[in-house]
C-alpha cells in the first residue's frame, strides 16, 4: 500500500515514502541535488554511510549438520532409533550359539539404521537443493546504472549497488530501473514501463513527472515512480533516487517474505500428532510387556539369572516397538504424493512440494487472481458499432458482436444473431474501420509452433485489433492452404499493402489518441490519417489500470464510474471532441452536440453494467495538414494536426472469462470451496467479470461482498476478520492486502490457496497453505509457490483439488491399512508374552513385513480410483483427526484379529496340528521348564519348542492376511462385491509380487536361515488360508456398519452443508444376522476337525505317541 511505512535498511532510510505526492523540485531539494548536475563526491558518501549500499542482503541458509538434524526431530524416528542402537548393543554383548545366529541378531539394526540414514539423505538432498525465493529476487537487480554526478563528464556508468538516495539516474529503453526513482524529466513522447513483476498485469504504464495527491495511492497508480526491477518497454527519463535496497518496493517484498515462516501442512501436522500418540502408547505397552513378565525373570531357560531374564523381555519389549512402528510409512507416503503429482503434471498442474499434494484436498478458500486465471489475458474484440443513419439531431447505430476469445485468428461477425460477410459491401463503413484498426497497429501475432496456440507481439490492446481485422477479412481474401503462421497476419497485410505509412503520431497524455499519415500504395495525393483513441476518456476506465487511452479524470473516477460519467459527459483531449462528421453510408455527416452525445452514451453503455468492455473510438482525417507544415519533435503540438476527424465507429474489447471457468467454480461450489477474486484492476470491471463466471448473481447484490483495497483498509479489524468471512471479490489490491487477506482467512479455520504470478505476489504466496504460482510468471512467484499451473488456468486449480481429496482418501486406506497390519504385530507379540509361548515372530521378520510385503500392497493402494462423488462433499477440516474414534475401532478389531491368528497359527501347529507334536496347553505355555520339569514333559524332545515351523506358520498367516487386508482397503466403505479388486490392477500385481517374495525367503535356504524360517507342507499352507481368509468377512461387517450407521450421507449444498444424514437400509437386521451367521459358520467349519485335538490339549501331557512327531525338512515337501 502507499501508506505502508518503510522498512529500515542496514544504514537508515531516505524517508521518502511520500515521494510520489511532491513535485520533482521539491523531491530533488530535500536531497540537496541539482536535476541538472547530480550529486557531489562528498555527498555520496555522506548518503552511504547513511542509508547503506543498494543491494538486497543474501538469504542466511542453514548448515548441513542443522539439516541432519532436523530429519531426526521426529518421535517416531527417535524411538526407533533407540530400538536400533539397543539392539545392537545387545547384539554385540550378547553370546551366540554360531555365526549365523551372530549375523541374524545385526541384521535387525543393520536395517533400521539403513532405513533412517536414507530418509534423512533424502530430506537433506531436498532442502539443499530446494530453490529459494528470496534469493531468486537477485535476478531482478541490475547489475549497472546510468548515474550524473557532479564533477564528472556527463552520464557515467557505475555498478547499481553503489547508487545512493539523491543519486539522478537516466533511464532509456531496454533499460532495468537500478533502484526506486522519482520521475524528474521525460526526454521521449512518452516512456512506458513494464511492471509486470511488481503488479501482475502484462500491460505496460505511461508515466509522467505530475505529482499524484493521494497519499494513499497504490503502486499501480504511482504514474511519477519508477521502481527497482522494473523494466523500460519505451521512451528515455531521468529520476531521482529516493529508495534502495530493503527500502525500494521490491526490498519490502524481501523483507516480508524473509519474516513469514512455513507451516507445516495439515498431514504433517497429523502425522506428528499420530507420532506422538503412537510414540506415548508404544512406551506404555513396552513397558508393560516387560512388567508382567518380571516372574518369568529368573526362569531356569535364562540359568536362573534375573539379569539375563531381563535383557531377554526388554529385548521382547524392543521388538514390541519395531513392530508397532510403520518403518515403511513415510516411504509409502512420499511414493503415493509423487504418483499424485504425476497425474497432476499430466493436467498441467506442476507441483514443486510433494506435501501440498495432499494439502490440495482440504482447500477450503481459492483466492484467484483475475487477468489470466479466470479470464485469458488475451484482449479481444467482442462488440462494435457503425452509425446508420443520422436524421437530423438523432442518430441509429449498427451494432455488431464478434465470436472468439483469444488471440487465434478465426471468429464471426454476426449483426443481430445474423452471421454476417463483412467482405460483400452490405456495410461499408466495416472496411474503413478494419483498415484504421490495421493501419494504427504494431503489433502482430505470431504463431507458437510448440505450444500449437496464437501469441501476441507487442501491446495487447493492438493486438486485439489485429484479431479483429483477420475475422472481418473485409477484402475477401484466400486463406486456403496457408500454414497457421501466415494465417495469423494475412489479412492485415493485404491491408498494410494498400496503404503506405510515412509517420506516426505516438499516444500523449493531452489528447488521449494516436494517428498515422498514410497515402496510397497506388500512389495519388489522396492522403489521409487514421486516428484511434479514448473515445471521450471514459469507457477505458473499465480496463486494467489507467493506461493508454484513459484520461486523468476518469482514472480518478474509477469505482464511481457511471453517475460521474453521466456528468462530465466527454472530455476536452479525447477523440470525440476533435470529431466533426459522421461516417454513415461513404458518406460525411456533420457531427452535432447532441449527436455526439448520443455516441458518448452508447460507449457508456459499452462501458458499463455487465460488459464493461474498453472501448476505443475510431476515426479518419481525410484532408490532413501538410506533413511539412508539422513539428513532429514537438508532441504538444500532436493535437493541432489531429483535428476535423470523421467518426467512423467504436470497438469494444475485454479480456474475456476462460470457457472453462464458468463450470469449475460451479464444480467449487458444489464441493464447499468458496472462490475469492483478487485483482488489481477497479471494483466495477471486476464485478462485472464475477457475473459473467457464476461468482456473483446475475441480480445478486455485492454489498459487503466486493471491497476496493482502500474500503478494505478503512475498517476496523473486526470488520475485515468478518469481510472476509462473506467476501467474493477484492479489487485494487497491493501485495500487503494479499497477506492480511491470508492471515484473516487461517484465523477462521481456512484452508487457502493463493494464486499469483508477480514478484509482489510472492509473500502471499508463501503465507498460504498453497501457494500457486502462474507458469508464466515470474521466478520468485514460482519459487515461493507450492505449485506452478503450466496453463495459466483457473480449472487446473479445481482439478488439482480434485485429485488432492482423491490422495487423501487412498492415504487414509494405506494408513489403516498399514496401521491395522502394525497393531496385529502388537497383538502377536503381546499376546506371546502373556501367554508364556515361544517367540512367534522375530524383529527381522517383522521388518521384512513392515518394509517389503507391506510396503508393495500399501503403495500401490494409491492407484485406487477416486470415489464418484469426491467433489460432492465439503472440505474436510484441517482438524479433523487422522483417525476417528471409529477408525480408531477398526484398527483394533482388524488389527486384534490379524495378531489373534498370527499367534493362532503358531499354537495350532504345536497343538493341533497332525504332524506336529500335539502337546498340551500347559507344556506349551510352561516350555521353558521343559528340562526341569520331567513329569510333565515326560518323554518330550525340549528342541521341539526351536523348530521354525511355528514361526513360519505365523510368518506366513502374517503375510497371507494382510494382502487379504489390502484387498479389503481398495474402499474405505464399499464392499468387494461393489468394488471389485480388479478395478486396481496394481494392487493385484503388488499382493503377487509380495507373496513371490515371501515364497523366495521361505524356500531359499540362506534366506529361510536368516529369517529363521522353513518351508511349509501343502496342508499347512492350506490351514494358512483358512486362518487368514476371515479378516474379508470381518471387514465387510465393519464396512457394511460404517455405511449404515457411521458416516451416513454428506449433502453439500451451494447455499452451505447440511448435518450428516443417517441412511435407513431396509432389512439391516436380517443383513447384520446374516452376516453374523456367514462368520459363525466359518469359524464352527475350521474348528470342527481340531475339536477332539482341542480338547486333549487343555490337559498337561502332551499326546499318547510322541515319538511319531519328527522336525520337518525340505524333503517333506
Not at 535498511?9 to 523531491?27: C, I, L, P, Q, Y
Not at 532409533?81 to 549375523?103: C, N, Y
Not at 497429523?270 to 508382567?292: P, R, T
Not at 503465507?767 to 480449472?795: Q, R
Request: hydrophobic share 40%; proline share 4%; net charge negative.
Amino acid at each position: 500500500m502507499g501508506n505502508t511505512p518503510r522498512l529500515k535498511s542496514v544504514k537508515g532510510e531516505a524517508d521518502m515514502e511520500d515521494a510520489h505526492t511532491k513535485s520533482a523540485v521539491e523531491v530533488l531539494q530535500y536531497f540537496g541535488v541539482n536535476g541538472d548536475v547530480g550529486l557531489t563526491e562528498k555527498q555520496v558518501l555522506q548518503n552511504r554511510e547513511k542509508y547503506g549500499s543498494n543491494e538486497l542482503p543474501a538469504e542466511e541458509g542453514k548448515k548441513l549438520w542443522e539439516l541432519i538434524l532436523e530429519q531426526f526431530d521426529d518421535l517416531l524416528v527417535k524411538i526407533l532409533l533407540l530400538a536400533a542402537i539397543i539392539s545392537f548393543v545387545l547384539a554385540l554383548f550378547e553370546e551366540h550359539d554360531d555365526q549365523t545366529s551372530a549375523v541374524t541378531a545385526f541384521v535387525e539394526p543393520f536395517v533400521i539404521l539403513l532405513i533412517l540414514i536414507a530418509n534423512a539423505t533424502v530430506g537433506v538432498w531436498q532442502e539443499r537443493n530446494a530453490e529459494s525465493a528470496i534469493e531468486a529476487l537477485k535476478e531482478y537487480e541490475p547489475e549497472m546504472a546510468k548515474v550524473l554526478r557532479e564533477g564528472k563528464h556527463g552520464i557515467q556508468m557505475i555498478r547499481a549497488n553503489e547508487l545512493v538516495p539523491g543519486d539522478i539516474v537516466e533511464v532509456s529503453v531496454g533499460d532495468k530501473i537500478p533502484a526506486d526513482l522519482r520521475l524528474t524529466k521525460i526526454y521521449s513522447t512518452t516512456l512506458r514501463i513494464d511492471q509486470s513483476i511488481l503488479t501482475g498485469e502484462s500491460v505496460s504504464v505511461i508515466k509522467h513527472t505530475d505529482s499524484v495527491p493521494d497519499p494513499r495511492a497504490v503502486n499501480q497508480d504511482k504514474k511519477n515512480c519508477l521502481f527497482s526491477g522494473t523494466n523500460v518497454a519505451a521512451g528515455k527519463a531521468r529520476g531521482v533516487v529516493f529508495g534502495i535496497g530493503l527500502n525500494t518496493e521490491i526490498g519490502k517484498i524481501r523483507t516480508e517474505m524473509a519474516e513469514t515462516e512455513t507451516d507445516r501442512t495439515p498431514l504433517q501436522q497429523k502425522l506428528d500428532e499420530f507420532g506422538e500418540q503412537l510414540s506415548k502408547v508404544i512406551s506404555i505397552i513396552c513397558v508393560a510387556v516387560w512388567a508382567i513378565n518380571i516372574g518369568h525373570f529368573n526362569d531356569p531357560a535364562h540359568g536362573g539369572s534375573w539379569i539375563k531374564g531381563a535383557i531377554y523381555y526388554f529385548k521382547i519389549a524392543v521388538a514390541l516397538a519395531v513392530a508397532a512402528i510403520p518403518e515403511g510409512l513415510p516411504a509409502v507416503i512420499t511414493t503415493c504424493l509423487a504418483l499424485g503429482t504425476r497425474r497432476m503434471a499430466k493436467k498441467n498442474a506442476i507441483v514443486r512440494s510433494l506435501p501440498s499434494v495432499e494439502t490440495l484436498g482440504c482447500t477450503s478458500v481459492i483466492c484467484s487472481d483475475k487477468t489470466g486465471t479466470l479470464t485469458t489475458n488475451q484482449m479481444s474484440v467482442s462488440k462494435m458499432f457503425i452509425a446508420s443513419k443520422v436524421t437530423g439531431d438523432d442518430i441509429d447505430f449498427l451494432e455488431f458482436t464478434v465470436s472468439g476469445s483469444t488471440y487465434e485468428p478465426s471468429g464471426q461477425v454476426s449483426h443481430h444473431g445474423r452471421q454476417i460477410n463483412c467482405a460483400s459491401g452490405e456495410f461499408e463503413a466495416l472496411t474503413e474501420l478494419a483498415t484504421i484498426c490495421a493501419m494504427c497497429n504494431d503489433s502482430a501475432i505470431d504463431y507458437n509452433e510448440t505450444k500449437h496456440v496464437y501469441e501476441k507481439v507487442g501491446e495487447a490492446t493492438e493486438t486485439a485489433l489485429v484479431v479483429l481485422c483477420e475475422k472481418m477479412n473485409v477484402y475477401g481474401t484466400s486463406k486456403t492452404g496457408l500454414s497457421p503462421r501466415d494465417l495469423g497476419n494475412v489479412c492485415n497485410r493485404v491491408i498494410q499493402q494498400k496503404w503506405k505509412k510515412e509517420f506516426t503520431l505516438e499516444f500523449s497524455r493531452d489528447r488521449k489518441s494516436m494517428s498515422v499519415f498514410c497515402i496510397p500504395s497506388s500512389g495519388g495525393s489522396n492522403a489521409k490519417m487514421f486516428v484511434k483513441g479514448a473515445p471521450e476518456g471514459v469507457p477505458d476506465c473499465v480496463y486494467v489500470q489507467p493506461t493508454y487511452y484513459m484520461s486523468d479524470t476518469a482514472a480518478n473516477m474509477l469505482d464511481n464510474r457511471e453517475e460521474n460519467f453521466r456528468s462530465i459527459k466527454y472530455q476536452k483531449g479525447c477523440v470525440l471532441n476533435r470529431c466533426t462528421h459522421v461516417r454513415v453510408n461513404g458518406q460525411r455527416i456533420p457531427l452535432t452536440q447532441k449527436i455526439t452525445q448520443k455516441i458518448v452514451d452508447q460507449c457508456i453503455q459499452y462501458g458499463t453494467g455487465r460488459d464493461t468492455l474498453r472501448c476505443l473510438a475510431l476515426g479518419t482525417i481525410d484532408n490532413p495538414s501538410d506533413p511539412r507544415t508539422m513539428n513532429l519533435e514537438d508532441s504538444s503540438q500532436f493535437v493541432l494536426y489531429e483535428k476535423d476527424i470523421t467518426f467512423v465507429g467504436v470497438v469494444g474489447m475485454l479480456d474475456p472469462p476462460r470457457a472453462e471457468v464458468i463450470p469449475s467454480i460451479k464444480e467449487c461450489r458444489m464441493a464447499g470451496i468458496r472462490v475469492i477474486m483478487i485483482t488489481g484492476d477497479n471494483k466495477n470491471t471486476a464485478e462485472a467479470i464475477g457475473r459473467r463466471i457464476g461468482l456473483f448473481g446475475e441480480d445478486e447484490d455485492s454489498t459487503g461482498k466486493a471491497f476496493t483495497g482502500r474500503e478494505f483498509d478503512d475498517l476496523p479489524p473486526e470488520q475485515q476478520s468478518d469481510a472476509c468471512r462473506r467476501a467474493k471479490l477484492f479489487a485494487r489490491v497491493e501485495p500487503a492486502h494479499k497477506s492480511k487477506i491470508v492471515e484473516f482467512l487461517q484465523s477462521h479455520g481456512e484452508i487457502t490457496a493463493m494464486t499469483g504470478d508477480g514478484v509482489n505476489d510472492a509473500p502471499a504466496l508463501k503465507k498460504s497453505e498453497i501457494g500457486i504460482a502462474m507458469g508464466s510468471g515470474t521466478a520468485v512467484a514460482k519459487t515461493a509457490s507450492e505449485m506452478v499451473l503450466a496453463d495459466d488456468n483457473f480449472a487446473t486449480i479445481v482439478a488439482a483439488v480434485e485429485e488432492g481429496r482423491a490422495i487423501y482418501n487412498n492415504m487414509k486406506q494405506f494408513i489403516r491399512y498399514l496401521i491395522s497390519s502394525n497393531i496385529g504385530e502388537v497383538v502377536s507379540i503381546f499376546l506371546v508374552a502373556a501367554l508364556g509361548i515361544p517367540e512367534a515372530l522375530i524383529p527381522v521378520q517383522l521388518l521384512w513385513v513392515n518394509l517389503v510385503t507391506d510396503g508393495l500392497p500399501a503403495t500401490a493402494l494409491g492407484f485406487n480410483p477416486p470415489d464418484l462423488d469426491i467433489m460432492d462433499r465439503p472440505p474436510r477440516s484441517a482438524g479433523e483427526s487422522l483417525i476417528s474414534k471409529w477408525l480408531f475401532f477398526r484398527y483394533m478389531a482388524v488389527g486384534s484379529y490379524v495378531g489373534l491368528a498370527t499367534v493362532g497359527a503358531a499354537m495350532w501347529w504345536f497343538l493341533l496340528y497332525e504332524d506336529g507334536p500335539q502337546i498340551s496347553y500347559y507344556q506349551l505355555t510352561h516350555w521353558m521348564r521343559c528340562e526341569i520339569e520331567p513329569e510333565n514333559f515326560a518323554d518330550l524332545d525340549c528342541t521341539v519348542f526351536e523348530d521354525a515351523h511355528p514361526n513360519a506358520m505365523a510368518l506366513s498367516v502374517l503375510v497371507t492376511i494382510e494382502m487379504f487386508n489390502a484387498l479389503n482397503s481398495l474402499s474405505e466403505n464399499q464392499s468387494l462385491l461393489v468394488m471389485p479388486p480388479w478395478k486396481n490392477i496394481w494392487l493385484m500385481s503388488s499382493i503377487a509380487l509380495s507373496l513371490s517374495l515371501h515364497f523366495v525367503i521361505l524356500y531359499v535356504e540362506i534366506l529361510a536361515t536368516i529369517f529363521q524360517i522353513t518351508p511349509l507342507t501343502l496342508v499347512e499352507w492350506f490351514a494358512v488360508l483358512k486362518i487368514s481368509f476371515p479378516v474379508i468377512l470381518l471387514d465387510e461387517v465393519l464396512k457394511f456398519i460404517a455405511r449404515n450407521y457411521i458416516d451416513g450421507e454428506v449433502v453439500c449444498r451451494s447455499s452451505g452443508y447440511e448435518k450428516p444424514i443417517k441412511k435407513r437400509v431396509s432389512r439391516t437386521l436380517l443383513t447384520i444376522v446374516m452376516l453374523t451367521s456367514l462368520c459363525v459358520g466359518y469359524f464352527y467349519w475350521l474348528a470342527k476337525p481340531y475339536w477332539p485335538h482341542l480338547m486333549h490339549a487343555i490337559g498337561k501331557n502332551q499326546r499318547s505317541n510322541p515319538n511319531s512327531f519328527h522336525l520337518h525338512s525340505h524333503d517333506d515337501l
